[in-house]
């Protein structure tokens, strides 16, 4: 059975840092492609960062230079570092693990990043 399970969201002040983790089960980790993505109230989902298996990275235009992802295969997860944090960057945060041209594509549950003062 395959888990994707995020960890790492919560309350942070305008200015501040998280960091978010996602860990997998079930998976053949190295051959898969991962992604957070995220969804604000009342707002599509959408890209936040992506890491292929080769370790290529794609960034939103709006988290360029701020948000870092990164994984470990070892571990089977994949991280995002979040720093210099915005209202606006308040959503669900969601991990998100593909192969095969998103023939094989799995979703967490996602964890909620509130940026507030």
């Known amino acids: 059975q395959v888990q994707v399970v995020e960890s790492g969201g919560g309350l942070v002040q305008p200015g501040g840092s998280l960091r978010l983790s996602c860990t997998t089960s079930?998976?053949?980790?190295?051959?898969?492609?991962m992604g957070w993505y995220r969804q604000a109230p009342g707002k599509q989902r959408e890209l936040v960062a992506s890491?292929?298996?080769?370790?290529?990275?794609n960034y939103a235009d709006s988290m360029k230079g701020r948000f870092t992802i990164s994984r470990d295969n070892a571990k089977k997860m994949v991280y995002l570092q979040m720093n210099s944090l915005k209202p606006e960057d308040t959503a669900i945060y969601y991990c998100?693990?593909?192969?095969?041209?998103?023939?094989?594509?799995?979703w967490g549950q996602g964890t909620q990043v509130t940026v507030s003062s």
């Open positions: 998100n693990a593909n192969v095969l041209n998103k023939k094989y594509d799995y």
């Open positions: 079930g998976i053949i980790f190295n051959i898969y492609d």
């Open positions: 890491i292929t298996q080769g370790g290529s990275t």
